[in-house]
């Protein structure tokens, strides 16, 4: 989806966004572009005279394409509101649902919002049957070529195909010649780019072989618009897209080892990918395992699924993951994306994946120059949806006629995107000087090979909403325009069985951005949802009730891989971080603004807490000595996330981790995520901008995320499903839990801070139990009482006999113990059971002196001071030996190969 794609933009006459009708009237494509609103081209010499009587005309749409005419009426008729409220309520819900597209250069950050027009693209059924057919004839076409690449290479032997476009690609796995694919088909998902033309025909421009994008952002693109119009979508015969779903996921099942109940997973390179929303997307739409390459092992050539429960078979993998990448063992030995053995077990038999790997040197433009003739040859056929001329600069007589236009085309590398090869971005020669033309020329004729020459054809124009800023702040007042920009179409062929493909009707439009030239969301270019209308019945096959057997169902039950688990474990000790995190700074800040601001004892204890987390760095004076200086930087480090790990850098690791197991989580329990993370850090900014370091303002941006955490924690407490990877999420909170109430409950003894008023309000703070122990308790200040509650109370969530108790149950269940036994690792925690608050107090040793501040000795609980040293080391232990158990699966090694 990040190719070049050439596309002038078209322009338009601003109009008050209540007449719809007028402001599409002034709408006009750009001369010799093709107009998708009227289906005509618009003539050079009579662009400018019909802009200019567009007020003049008629306030109908008679000079409409017939779709276009239909869409604009429902949308009068239905509307309650105006195109700049659908507008804003669109680009709430892509964003509200965490839909992203990752920019690795975008300065701004990894991941922004997927950008989605409000206008579909309208293809009417004569058009849209004639792309299908041409679709369908070219898989089979690309098909037949495969299976000759990889098979007896007649077509290289008999001239027909260049042996440098093939052997010379680094797309051409010879570690694939000679083998036959699970269920004989090679290409499972083809992507199509076309343009149309001003002869309102359409022309292929690219094809997209090896992992094409876009299958899930459509599938969001057509929930969003039309919900935005739902009385057009649902009378103008829209053809739905669930059953080409449906015959895929059936197609890939049908033809894996295991037939029916095979095991499908979807393998991505991870979450920094550009495309990694639409994996998990389509990994939950269509019911698959997301899996990295770390998830999968081949051991005696199949394919494996490293699970908590063990190893699962893997029959099929639908593939995100460029081939190069596949296997470190025979492709790129630095790849930590691939499985190692993933190849021999393709040959094996044992594995289908869809694509096959070797597909993509079918993604080079200067094959399309060669596919008529193929055509001719293989199918006995003509071409029905020809591609743009093209010129593979490798032949000379092929460079002669290319250099002799280049100013009228487009300039392409052979092989994109390969290091082996000299590789550059698509220019077009248009846009070139004359010196630039000559520079070029140059380059084609010293390394002819790698260049590819393609005609230069002006894209079709759809129109567009383009909504202006609200003067008033209500979207309703804003004025806006529907303006006419370049537009390229990708349609999505899959395998429907054995040899067998068929068209997804719709597929993923490009819009033009602000660069006029370019159809590229990575150039800040648009979607647009594509309305393919038909004559006939609406096929409403739903995936909502797929058949399941009894073995899949049992397959989904006990799946969880170790990485998933991992990150789902490392999300619940980020979670408790960061409740941590921000329960210790707001209880710090309000200590050394409220009345015992200079209690040596109580900010001895709350500097030394502050420290040991992190919230402060070490060196800087702790508040004792520099109280002023140790909020300031208290404050600083609230937004930091390099150096301290307080808030933000806590808050910041927890929706990293979100982001692996993205389709895990519901959309609000993501959306709360990122919400919380975003506000905070533009809370921060402000925070510090100045130097102001406000100690009131601080508190509020603390509360803000206190209250984003509740429906954080509430989220993973209520709306996720309970299976071991829940319960690992759950095991990380309580561990992290336990360690930190334990050594808070220590330093606060060890300073003295809790034998004082404040410091003894303060810990039944910090353990979040106030209420609860002043209920209780009422006034009462006796250790024991703060004991009995805070260590020993079995009801109580936030006492270190609950979280024991917990932990120790959580363990023994992930371990598959009876529910009377408890595993090895859960008897690692102490066993609240044997606590009792007699032991814990009357083991007190009181100095002489105790009573007052002023050089007072407080009393020391040796039973109880033993007990939280035991609750931090078994918290460092468990979490150690879950890490060994369950994550790298090292646990069972207990001597060297060398042995």
Request: net charge negative.
């Amino acid at each position: 989806m990040n190719d070049l794609n050439e596309s002038p933009a078209g322009s338009a006459i601003q109009r008050q966004p209540a007449d719809l009708l007028s402001s599409a009237q002034a709408c006009s494509a750009s001369p010799g572009h093709f107009d998708e609103l009227r289906a005509c081209v618009v003539p050079p010499a009579a662009a400018t005279q019909k802009a200019a009587n567009a007020t003049n005309s008629a306030a109908n749409n008679a000079d409409f394409a017939e779709a276009w005419s239909q869409f604009f009426a429902h949308m009068e008729a239905t509307s309650s509101g105006n195109l700049n409220q659908r507008a804003a309520s669109l680009e709430r819900q892509i964003r509200d649902n965490g839909v992203t597209y990752n920019v690795y250069a975008d300065e701004n950050g990894p991941q922004r919002p997927w950008s989605l027009d409000l206008f579909p693209l309208m293809i009417e059924p004569e058009s849209w049957q004639q792309i299908e057919l041409g679709v369908l004839q070219r898989m089979r076409l690309l098909e037949q070529v495969l299976g000759d690449v990889y098979g007896p290479q007649h077509l290289m032997k008999r001239g027909l195909l260049p042996p440098a476009l093939v052997q010379g690609h680094p797309g051409y796995l010879r570690a694939m010649h000679g083998v036959t694919p699970v269920g004989g088909t090679h290409l499972h998902i083809a992507a199509f780019d076309l343009a149309r033309g001003p002869d309102g025909n359409w022309w292929v421009v690219s094809q997209r072989c090896q992992a094409p994008s876009g299958l899930g952002y459509l599938l969001e693109n057509r929930l969003a618009i039309s919900g935005q119009f739902p009385q057009a979508f649902q009378t103008m015969r829209v053809q739905r897209l669930a059953s080409t779903y449906r015959a895929l996921m059936d197609s890939l099942k049908q033809m894996s080892p295991a037939g029916a109940d095979s095991h499908i997973a979807l393998l991505t390179p991870g979450p920094y990918n550009e495309t990694y929303f639409e994996h998990a997307y389509l990994a939950r739409y269509l019911g698959l395992t997301l899996v990295e390459g770390s998830d999968l092992i081949v051991r005696d050539e199949h394919l494996y699924l490293k699970t908590l429960k063990g190893l699962v078979p893997v029959h099929g993998l639908l593939k995100r993951v460029d081939d190069e990448y596949l296997d470190p063992l025979e492709l790129r030995p630095d790849s930590t994306l691939g499985v190692p053995g993933l190849l021999q077990a393709i040959r094996a038999g044992h594995v289908l994946v869809a694509n096959a790997p070797g597909t993509a040197f079918l993604e080079s433009p200067a094959l399309l120059g060669f596919l008529p003739a193929l055509s001719r040859h293989l199918l006995g056929e003509e071409l029905q949806l020809p591609a743009l001329p093209t010129w593979w600069c490798g032949e000379r007589s092929a460079m002669e006629e290319a250099l002799a236009r280049l100013r009228d085309c487009a300039i392409k590398p052979t092989y994109p995107g390969t290091p082996v090869h000299g590789s550059f971005d698509s220019v077009l020669g248009h846009t070139l000087s004359p010196r630039e033309l000559d520079e070029w020329a140059g380059r084609i004729a010293q390394h002819s090979e790698e260049h590819t020459v393609q005609a230069y054809m002006p894209l079709s124009q759809m129109p567009t909403w383009q909504a202006a800023p609200p003067q008033s702040g209500n979207a309703a007042d804003a004025q806006g325009q529907v303006l006419a920009r370049s537009v390229m179409l990708r349609v999505f062929a899959v395998s429907d069985g054995a040899q067998s493909w068929r068209v997804l009707p719709g597929g993923l439009a490009r819009v033009a951005g602000a660069a006029p030239d370019i159809a590229s969301m990575q150039r800040g270019g648009s979607s647009a949802d594509v309305w393919a209308l038909t004559h006939g019945e609406v096929d409403k096959t739903t995936l909502l009730q797929p058949h399941l057997t009894p073995a899949s169902l049992a397959q989904r039950k006990r799946m969880v891989t170790s990485r998933a688990a991992e990150n789902l474990y490392w999300l619940g000790r980020y979670t408790e971080r960061t409740e941590n995190a921000i329960r210790l700074a707001r209880l710090t800040l309000e200590c050394l603004n409220g009345e015992d601001a200079s209690s040596p004892l109580l900010l001895a204890w709350l500097g030394k807490m502050a420290l040991a987390n992190t919230l402060v760095l070490p060196g800087v004076p702790l508040a004792p000595q520099a109280r002023r200086v140790f909020e300031r930087s208290l404050i600083s480090s609230l937004g930091s996330t390099d150096g301290a790990t307080s808030v933000g850098y806590n808050l910041r690791a927890l929706k990293m981790a979100g982001a692996t197991v993205r389709e895990r989580l519901s959309q609000e329990h993501w959306r709360v995520i990122v919400r919380a993370e975003e506000e905070l850090f533009a809370s921060c900014a402000d925070l510090t901008r100045g130097g102001d370091f406000s100690s009131l303002e601080a508190q509020r941006v603390l509360k803000n995320a206190s209250d984003h955490m509740a429906a954080i924690t509430g989220a993973q407490t209520d709306r996720m499903t309970r299976d071991d990877g829940w319960r690992l999420l759950s095991i990380g909170r309580h561990i992290e839990r336990l360690g930190f109430l334990a050594s808070s409950l220590l330093r606060g003894l060890e300073t003295g801070a809790v034998h004082l008023d404040a410091g003894f309000e303060a810990m039944i703070s910090l353990f979040d139990s106030t209420i609860t122990f002043h209920a209780q308790y009422q006034q009462s200040r006796d250790l024991a009482a703060l004991i009995d509650l805070l260590v020993l109370d079995r009801d109580n969530p936030r006492s270190l006999a609950w979280v024991a108790h917990t932990l120790r149950g959580r363990l023994a269940k992930l371990a598959g113990s009876e529910s009377h036994e408890l595993s090895a690792l859960a008897m690692r925690v102490p066993d609240p059971t044997a606590w009792s608050l007699t032991q814990l107090c009357e083991a007190m040793l009181v100095a002489p002196g105790t009573g007052g501040e002023s050089g007072a000795q407080p009393g020391v609980f040796l039973s109880l001071n033993d007990l939280l040293l035991q609750c931090t080391a078994a918290a460092l232990t468990v979490s150690e030996e879950i890490s060994t158990t369950y994550f790298t699966h090292s646990g069972q090694i207990k001597q060297s190969l060398g042995s």
